[in-house]
C-alpha cells in the first residue's frame, strides 16, 4: 500500500505526542512493507528516528505562511526568497520563540489554513499536490489533525485516494484562538467535513468529544490507540521499589503551565512539608523552555525557593528517548495533571512501559486510558490538596507501586504497542 502522511511539526524543542505518534507509525509501516511518503509541514518535528521525512521539502513553511497572513504582498515574493525562508535552520529558530506554537494571536492563519483553496495559500497547497501526483498516485492519504481539514478536498481530487483525518486534542488549539476566529475555525471544520473519507480518534473519549462538537455521525469514526515501541524501557516493576533511592515523583511533558506542572509543584511541596516524606523529589522533563514558559518554571523555582525545597526539584530540558528511558527508570510515580484533560497521553504509556505508575485526573481521556491498563489512579481535579492526596497514596505503599506498575506495563505490552497501532491503522485505511 502507498500512503501519504501529512504531517505538522511542532520545532522539535518539547514533548509532542502527535509527532511520536506518526513518526512511530511512519516506521511500523514501513516495516511492514508498505511505502510511506511522510510530508513535514510547517516547522522540524520532534522524532525519536532520524530520516523519516526522506527527500520531502517542508512545506508550508512556518516563516512563509506567517508572512502571507501578516502582509498582502508577501505572497507575491519571488519564489527562491520563500524556499529561503523554508530553510531547517531557520526554521528551526522560529521553533525556539515562544509564539510559534501558541494558538492565541494565530486565528486569522488557523482560519485560512482551514479554508484550503478558499484561503490565503492556495498556492502552496498547489505546490504540494503537485509534488505529491510526481511522486505516484497513493492508495490514501492520511492527514494528522482536522487542523489540515482545508487541504483534504484538493489533495483528493488531484490525487483521486481517499482521505483519512486523525484527531487528537485539536480543542487545544481551537479554543485558545482569539475572538472571533474559535468560532468562525470551528464552523470551517464543520463545513468541511465531507472532504474526508474516514476518521480515526485516539480514544473513545475524544471520538465522542469530537463528535458532539461537530456533529460528525458517531458511525464514521474508528477509534485506534496510539502505541509506542517498548523495547528498552526495562521492567522495573518486576521488582521491589528500592527503599533506600529516595521517593520520586515525575513529569513527562511540555513544560508549561496549561498541563498541570504548577498544580504538581505545589502539591509536591505539601507532600514535602510532611517529615513522613522529607527527602521527597520532584523531576520534569518536556524539553527547552522559551518565552512564557521559561518564566513560568521561573516562578516555581521561586516558590520552590522560598520553602528551601529547590535542591530537590530538577527541570530537565532533554527529550530523546535515551532520555527519556533513564529519566523514568529514576521515578516511583508520575503525574501530567493537566485539569482539562487530554485527548490521549503519550507519557502514560512510556511512565508504565517502564513500570512506573501514574496519578491522573478524572478529565479527558485518562481515566479511559487508566482504566484499560490498570496502571495508575485517577483522581478528582480542583486543588494541589486533592492531587497530593492520590500521590501519597502510592507514595506510601511500595507494594502498590510495584503491582500497578507491573499492571501498566503488561497492558503496554499486551494493547499499546506501535505494532498493534500500525495494524488497526491499515484496518482504517481500507473501511
Known amino acids: 500500500m502507498k500512503i501519504v502522511m501529512i504531517v505538522p511539526g511542532s520545532g522539535g524543542t518539547f514533548y509532542c505526542e502527535n509527532c511520536l505518534r506518526d513518526t512511530a507509525l511512519i516506521q511500523a509501516l514501513r516495516r511492514r512493507g508498505h511505502d510511506v511518503v511522510m510530508v513535514p509541514m510547517y516547522l522540524p518535528f520532534f522524532t525519536d528516528e532520524p530520516g523519516v521525512a526522506g527527500e520531502s521539502p517542508v512545506f508550508f513553511g512556518g516563516i512563509n505562511v506567517y508572512l502571507q497572513e501578516k502582509c498582502a504582498l508577501f505572497r507575491y515574493a519571488p519564489v527562491w526568497l520563500k524556499r529561503w525562508l523554508d530553510a531547517p535552520w531557520l526554521l528551526g529558530r522560529l521553533a525556539r520563540r515562544s509564539g510559534s506554537t501558541r494558538a492565541y494571536g494565530m486565528g486569522r492563519m488557523t482560519l485560512s489554513m482551514l479554508q484550503g483553496m478558499e484561503g490565503h495559500h492556495a498556492a502552496e497547497l498547489e505546490r504540494m499536490v503537485e509534488w505529491l501526483a510526481r511522486e505516484g498516485k497513493p492508495d490514501v492519504v492520511q492527514i494528522s489533525t482536522a487542523l489540515l481539514i482545508g487541504l483534504a478536498r484538493r489533495l483528493r481530487e488531484r490525487l483521486g485516494a481517499p482521505v483519512v483525518c486523525l484527531l487528537q486534542d485539536e480543542d487545544t488549539w481551537l479554543d485558545a484562538l482569539d475572538d472571533p476566529y474559535k468560532d468562525l475555525c470551528w464552523n470551517a471544520i464543520r463545513d468541511r467535513l465531507k472532504d474526508v ?24 469514526l474508528s477509534v485506534v490507540y496510539p502505541g ?196 488497526k491503522m491499515i484496518k482504517a485505511y481500507r473501511p
Open 197 to 220: 473519507d474516514g476518521w480515526v480518534a485516539v480514544s473513545q473519549y475524544y471520538a465522542d468529544f469530537f463528535a458532539r462538537r461537530t456533529g460528525l455521525a458517531d458511525k464514521a
Open 228 to 423: 509506542i515501541d517498548p523495547s528498552g524501557y526495562g521492567e522495573r516493576a518486576d521488582v521491589p521499589v528500592d527503599p533506600v533511592r529516595p521517593l520520586t515523583i515525575g513529569y513527562l511533558s511540555k513544560m508549561t503551565e496549561s498541563l498541570g506542572l504548577g498544580v504538581l509543584v505545589e502539591a509536591f511541596m505539601l507532600l514535602k512539608a510532611n517529615p513522613r516524606f522529607k527527602d521527597l523529589r520532584l523531576r520534569a522533563m518536556g524539553g527547552l523552555l522559551g518565552g512564557e514558559d521559561t518564566a513560568f518554571v521561573g516562578r516555581l523555582k521561586a516558590q520552590l525557593a522560598a520553602q528551601g525545597m529547590l535542591n530537590d526539584v530538577e527541570f530537565r530540558p532533554e527529550l530523546d528517548r535515551a532520555s527519556r528511558i533513564e529519566f523514568l527508570r529514576t521515578l516511583t510515580v508520575l503525574s501530567v495533571p493537566a485539569p482539562d484533560g487530554a485527548a490521549f497521553g503519550t507519557f502514560l504509556l512510556e511512565s508504565m512501559a517502564a513500570g512506573v505508575p501514574v496519578v491522573q485526573p478524572k478529565s479527558g481521556a485518562f481515566p479511559e486510558i487508566i482504566e484499560a491498563t490498570g496502571g495508575g489512579l485517577c483522581y478528582t481535579p480542583g486543588t494541589p490538596a486533592g492531587l497530593a492526596e492520590a500521590l501519597e497514596q502510592l507514595l506510601g505503599d511500595p507494594d502498590r507501586v510495584a503491582e500497578l506498575g507491573q499492571r501498566g506495563r503488561l497492558a503496554v505490552l499486551a494493547q499499546f504497542t506501535v505494532e498493534q497501532m500500525a495494524e
